[in-house]
């Protein structure tokens, strides 16, 4: 299976700040034939189903505020939340679906500072 | 906009078996693969495996291997999910979750189901 690691398991950023999570993979998720990363970014709010910010690695979802952003290729990526908010506070999960077996990472706690 | 309804909470002895379902409105179940996830409480997320409701297509996570069985009741656009051999370790809340295709982000989302196992 995929191993996904993501770091910092918590971080506590002050409102307007950057928050940066890495996530990484142990084999690379681009598949050569469309040229996608098959990585996607999850934020789960208390007692919420995780929901979409980011899909493809840098594919942000309609609605997804343009303070979150995606980067990264491979094996290594990167979620950017550029000024956080206070409804920012939540945990957010990295997920490959390159592999028929999907795997997540274990999760970023983002706390307000 | 398929929307994904999941049955109510369940209360499990150790050594049961629990069967949790997951309802599609406002689509065709068939069409989109639907995977099971869990969530311990206070942990992360736990692919546990998917089904292909049209081909009836499954694939399971090596941990659920011999005591998870997804199957679809295409008639009802509904998806089931039963564990069997529940340990305490298996008190989580359970999530349905719809994709496009096999090998796509997870679109949509049950509300979860709360299964505890405890003696």
């Known amino acids: 299976d995929i191993v996904m690691t993501q770091s910092p398991d918590s971080l506590a950023v002050s409102l307007g700040e950057r928050a940066t999570i890495n996530c990484k993979s142990s084999?690379?998720?681009?598949?050569?034939?469309?040229?996608?990363?098959?990585l996607t970014w999850y934020q789960q709010k208390p007692r919420q189903p995780p929901k979409v910010l980011i899909s493809?690695?840098?594919t942000r979802e309609s609605g997804v505020p343009d303070r979150f952003s995606g980067s990264g290729s491979g094996t290594e990526f990167t979620l950017t939340i550029s000024s956080l908010q206070a409804e920012d506070v939540a945990v957010y999960y990295c997920?490959?679906?390159?592999?028929?077996?999907?795997?997540f990472g274990g999760g970023t706690k983002v706390e307000i500072k | 906009q398929v929307q994904l309804v999941q049955s109510g909470a369940e209360v499990k002895k150790p050594g049961s078996s629990v069967k949790v379902s997951c309802e599609a409105s406002?689509?065709?179940?068939?069409?989109?693969?639907i995977s099971w996830v869990r969530q311990a409480p206070g942990q992360g997320l736990e692919w546990m495996g998917r089904?292909?409701?049209?081909?009836?297509?499954?694939n399971y996570a090596q941990t659920f291997q011999d005591r998870l069985r997804i199957t679809a009741d295409k008639s009802t656009n509904t998806v089931y999910m039963e564990l069997t051999s529940l340990e305490s370790d298996d008190t989580a809340l359970y999530y349905c979750?719809?994709?496009?295709?096999?090998?796509?982000?997870?679109?949509?989302w049950g509300q979860g189901t709360l299964v505890t196992v405890s003696s």
């Open positions: 979750a719809k994709s496009f295709g096999e090998l796509f982000p997870f679109d949509s």
């Open positions: 084999q690379s998720v681009l598949y050569g034939s469309d040229n996608k990363n098959y």
């Open positions: 406002g689509g065709i179940l068939s069409s989109y693969p």
């Open positions: 997920q490959q679906h390159y592999s028929s077996t999907i795997t």
């Open positions: 493809w690695a840098s």
């Open positions: 089904i292909i409701p049209m081909f009836d297509i499954t």
